[in-house]
C-alpha cells in the first residue's frame, strides 16, 4: 500500500496563477485533511472532510478551495496564488484518531 | 480557542540524557492529547496518544489536566530520537479536528 500520496513534491507559481494539489489515499479511510506547515507554526489545519461529499473549513480556509471527489482522492486548489502562500502542504487521512500524512507539497509563489 | 503551545523550538541533549519535551494546551473541554513524530526524510507519524497510556521507543506522557500539560519524557535518550516532535490537540467536540503545535526540535549528541 502507498499510503498518502501527493502531487506535485514541488512547485512554483506567480502571483495570481491558480493550481491544485492532488492528494489520494489506499487506506479506505473516511476522514481527509489538509494543513500548511510554516516555519514556526507548526500545521495548521486549512480544510478537512470528514466522508465522502462533505467538506469543512479548518483554521485558515481563506485563499483556498477544496474538493473530495471520492473516498480516496482530496484536491486543495488555489484560485490566486499569493506570496502569503508559499509553504509545504500536507493532506493527512485518518480513521479513529490517527492520522496517515503523506509526504509534503513544498509551494513558492513569487 | 484551542491552542498547543510547545515553548522550545529546539532542544540538545546528550545520549543517554533524560529528555523532556513540554507541551501545554488551552482547550475548555476534555481533549485527546497526541505526540506526532517526523524523523529526517520521514513521514509524520503519530508516536502516542494520551489515552493509551503505552510507552513508545521508551517515550511516556502523562495528561495533566491541573496544569493542562501533555509533556513527552524519555529517561535516557538515544541518538536515533534526534527528530521534530510535535503534540497534537483533538477536541472532544469535533474529531475531526486536529490542532498542532509549533513543534521541538529533539537533538541528540553522541
Known amino acids: 500500500n502507498a499510503g498518502v500520496t501527493q502531487t506535485p513534491k514541488f512547485q512554483v507559481l506567480k502571483t495570481g496563477q491558480s493550481m491544485t494539489l492532488q492528494c489520494a489515499q489506499d487506506?479506505?479511510?473516511?476522514?481527509m485533511y489538509w494543513y500548511r506547515q510554516d516555519p514556526g507554526m507548526g500545521l495548521r489545519l486549512i480544510y478537512y472532510s470528514a466522508s465522502e461529499g462533505t467538506t469543512d473549513k479548518g483554521e485558515v480556509p481563506n485563499g483556498y478551495n477544496v474538493s473530495r471527489l471520492n473516498k480516496r482522492e482530496f484536491s486543495l486548489r488555489l484560485e490566486s496564488a499569493a506570496p502569503s502562500q508559499t509553504s509545504v502542504y500536507f493532506c493527512a487521512s485518518s480513521e479513529r484518531y490517527e492520522q496517515f500524512f503523506g509526504p509534503g507539497t513544498r509551494l513558492t509563489v513569487l | 480557542a484551542q491552542r498547543v503551545t510547545q515553548p522550545e523550538k529546539l532542544l540538545s541533549v546528550f545520549k543517554g540524557a533524560p529528555v523532556e519535551l513540554k507541551c501545554n494546551y488551552s482547550y475548555s473541554g476534555s481533549p485527546e492529547l497526541f505526540w506526532y513524530v517526523q524523523y529526517s526524510r520521514q513521514r509524520l507519524q503519530l508516536l502516542l496518544r494520551?489515552?493509551s497510556r503505552e510507552s513508545i521507543k521508551g517515550f511516556t506522557a502523562d495528561l495533566n489536566k491541573g496544569e493542562t500539560s501533555f509533556h513527552l519524557k524519555k529517561p535516557f535518550a538515544q541518538e536515533e530520537d534526534s527528530a521534530m516532535y510535535y503534540c497534537a490537540l483533538r477536541p472532544g467536540d469535533n474529531f475531526n479536528k486536529f490542532y498542532f503545535g509549533s513543534g521541538t526540535k529533539l537533538n541528540v549528541k553522541p
Open positions: 487506506m479506505n479511510h473516511n476522514s
Open positions: 494520551h489515552i
